[in-house]
């Protein structure tokens, strides 16, 4: 079974916004803290944002301030709000369980974030 699916990615200009969503699983939603990962050509994933079941969230610096993440417990998503893109945000964008589990849940397929004039 697909367990997590992301979408809403796309081709955006500097300094507009995008929205993505995460349909996960009810059984990862509901038992860890949920995390958005991105990564570019060449380059490892990395963490971008995470929030508890009780909606604390952190970011990483790069994003601190643009970024925003949420989660809807009864439709099982989290939601990543992006605003002041820039080029360096372009990315494959991924969900998945907001810290490293001994068995990561699979990854999705990601959504492609493109930052370009």
């Known amino acids: 079974q697909v367990q997590l699916v992301e979408s809403g990615g796309g081709l955006v200009q500097p300094g507009g916004s995008l929205t993505l969503s995460c349909a996960a699983s009810g059984s990862i939603f509901s038992t860890y803290a949920m995390g958005w990962y991105r990564q570019a050509p060449g380059k490892q994933r990395e963490l971008v944002a995470t929030?508890?079941?009780?909606?604390?969230?952190n970011y990483a610096d790069s994003v601190k301030g643009r970024f925003t993440i949420s989660r809807d417990s009864i439709k099982n998503t989290v939601y990543l709000q992006m605003n002041s893109l820039k080029p360096e945000d372009t990315a494959v964008y991924y969900c998945?369980?907001?810290?490293?589990?001994?068995?990561?849940?699979?990854w999705g397929q990601g959504t492609q974030v493109t930052v370009s004039s």
């Open positions: 929030i508890t079941r009780g909606g604390s969230a």
């Open positions: 998945n369980a907001g810290h490293t589990l001994a068995t990561m849940p699979s």
